[in-house]
């Protein structure tokens, strides 16, 4: 029975492998194509000045704080005990006040993190439906994207589609033949962030607020290495 299921299998295979085998696909570059879209550029543009906006109210906040605790060593010795409790409570409040800002605004699903979904959203429609319709033109099975998760080792200039894309969206370079010009992508930097950076020792008289940032990274465009005819 084995021996049986075993065959049926090989013969399926057989048979399906040569209509697997004609299937055609190809793949794009998107974030080369959005890096060419002056939409995206504008969206990308309004995300920085946001970003620095709230970073420069985050940075105000942090300056208030530091504040407070120098002003809290100065007068220490001066200070009773009850009043001693009062001004730790008080930078104590300040500093989970901040952080608590900081996540609202560049946190996971923050404010930040919401309105580029906004503003890149209409951009990435209509580069999908762009990719949709040079795959029923090129009657094409499947369509992977370089800029995507997928690892990809080695690319055919064959199977690339990217500037049929740039057709679609009206941005072709003009010798068709040719790649683009790699266009000028701009990112948000991730702007520097107090997250965790400021720590209250509870276990001690004294509140001590310290100060870490991270740097942003930037993230890079591929170019297409070619194109199909």
């Not at 969206?43 to 620095?52: C, D, F, M």
């Not at 580029?116 to 949709?132: G, M, S």
């Amino acid at each position: 029975m084995k021996k049986l299921h075993s065959i049926l299998l090989g013969a399926l295979l057989v048979l399906t492998a040569p209509a697997a085998m004609a299937q055609k696909f190809g793949y794009v570059d998107s974030e080369f194509v959005m890096g060419k879209m002056p939409a995206y550029a504008q969206a990308q543009q309004e995300l920085n000045t946001l970003s620095g906006t709230w970073q420069k109210e985050i940075e105000s906040q942090k300056k208030d704080l530091d504040k407070l605790y120098r002003n809290y060593q100065a007068e220490e010795v001066l200070l009773t005990e009850p009043m001693k409790k009062k001004r730790q409570d008080e930078i104590l409040k300040k500093e989970q006040d901040v952080k608590a800002y900081q996540n609202k605004i560049f946190g996971y699903e923050g404010q930040l993190f919401k309105k580029r979904q906004e503003l890149t959203k209409p951009v990435q429609d209509q580069v999908f439906e762009a990719i949709e319709k040079v795959a029923k033109k090129k009657q094409l099975a499947i369509i992977f994207d370089k800029a995507g998760d997928l690892t990809m080792l080695y690319t055919n200039p064959t199977h690339d589609y990217t500037e049929f894309v740039l057709e679609e969206l009206g941005l072709a370079s003009e010798d068709r033949n040719q790649p683009g010009q790699k266009g000028a992508v701009r990112t948000v930097t991730t702007p520097k962030t107090p997250a965790g950076d400021t720590d209250v020792d509870t276990d001690t008289d004294t509140a001590t607020p310290a100060s870490k940032t991270r740097q942003p990274t930037k993230a890079t465009n591929t170019r297409p290495a070619g194109r199909k005819n």
